[in-house]
């Protein structure tokens, strides 16, 4: 039986944070053996807004070592740069030309950060979803492992992917959400009730892969709780409860076998706890990505390799696309 497609990426537009990694990486790792599995690092997405081209080009490279030293093994998996295969740029044009501007206004995700930019908005993070669903249909996908903040955006894929289907003949996999049981939502550390992001302004509200133990152990000890002084998992306590899930998360324990073990036991001791088994979860990680960017040629061959199998399924529905429309 023919494995199934998974397709995702993240934008190279800021520093990857454990909820990244916790969230997604780890969750994709576990999957590489299972599906077809297509991971992007999303250059051209990270363009909609204003971004210094020296760190974007060396934050995709380091990003891209990231996703190997998270497992995903470059011999299981395509791993490739977007912009290396220009098919996503031209499937985007296209699809936009069969997206309706009613549909891009009410996606919630731009509503939110063109109120932050205001009138000088680009117009590409507004047809933004329309490049993220070339992106998707290009490879066949059958599932896209997201957060839930990305429904909205699949739900359009499929809207478009049905659309061009209907008006042509059978073009596009219908794609689905996969939304894992393992897929741990990491909260803001500093204000617990929103999701933690590599784009907030506080670096205190993050932990990122690449973060020092020191700087680790500064933030996990510097994240807010409260002063109910009880290790729980609910929704008073967002603040312990986001630590309880990545505790739980990196040792494979349940949040009620976390709640047990620190019964009676203060907030300094799991807080310090928390930051042990990030330091140590992450420091092979780390010793790894730095391995991989000191070793160029290795680099180069993953991401170029990736670029050519992505290229050659992304160009044959690219082309099926192109004949269908008279091109
Ligand atoms: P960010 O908000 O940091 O810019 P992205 O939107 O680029 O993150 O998300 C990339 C991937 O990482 C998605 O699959 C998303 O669901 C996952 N992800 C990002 N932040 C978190 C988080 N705090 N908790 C769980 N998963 C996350
Ligand atoms: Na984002």
């Known amino acids: 039986e023919k494995k199934k497609v998974i397709f995702s990426g993240i934008q190279p537009s800021g520093d990857l944070t454990i909820g990244n990694y916790l969230g997604a990486l780890k969750n994709w790792a576990a999957l590489q053996d299972e599906y077809e599995s297509y991971y992007c690092v999303v250059d051209l997405h990270a363009l909609t807004v204003r971004q210094d081209s020296a760190e974007l080009r060396a934050r995709t490279l380091k990003n891209i070592a ?123 550390l500093q204000e617990p009730d929103k999701k933690m992001s590599k784009s907030a302004d506080n670096p205190n509200a993050y932990v990122l892969i690449m973060d020092p133990p020191d700087v680790i152990r500064r933030k996990i000890s510097r994240a807010v709780t409260d002063d109910l002084g009880v290790v729980k998992y609910n929704e008073s306590q967002p603040g312990i409860s986001n630590l309880i899930s990545i505790l739980s998360t990196i040792a494979g324990k349940k949040p009620e076998d976390i709640e047990k073990e620190y019964d009676g036991i203060g907030y300094a001791k799991f807080k310090s706890d928390v930051a042990e088994a990030l330091v140590e979860e992450l420091q092979p990680l780390q010793n790894t990505v730095k391995q991989l960017l000191d070793d160029k040629p290795y680099m180069e061959s993953i991401y170029k390799s990736g670029a050519e199998k992505a290229s050659y399924v992304a160009n044959k529905t690219l082309r099926k696309m192109q004949k269908k429309l008279g091109l």
Not at 112 to 117: G, I, L, M
Not at 139 to 151: A, E, I, R, W
Not at 171 to 179: G, K, L, M, V
Request: charged share 20%; aromatic share 10%.
């Open 66 to 188: 990231i996703y190997v030293a998270s497992g995903l093994d470059p011999k299981k998996n395509t791993l490739f740069i977007q912009s290396h295969v220009p098919a996503h740029s031209e499937a985007s044009w296209l699809l936009s030309c069969f997206c309706y501007m009613g549909e891009l206004s009410r996606m919630t995700q731009f509503k939110d950060k063109s109120q932050k930019v205001g009138e000088s908005v680009s117009s590409a993070l507004f047809t933004y979803p329309v490049l993220m669903a070339a992106d998707i249909l290009l490879y066949n996908t059958d599932l896209v492992p997201v957060g839930s903040d990305q429904k909205q955006h699949i739900e359009l894929a499929r809207d478009l992917a049905i659309r061009f289907n209907n008006l042509y003949s059978p073009t596009f996999t219908i794609p689905e959400p996969y939304i894992g049981d393992t897929g741990a939502r990491i909260m803001d």
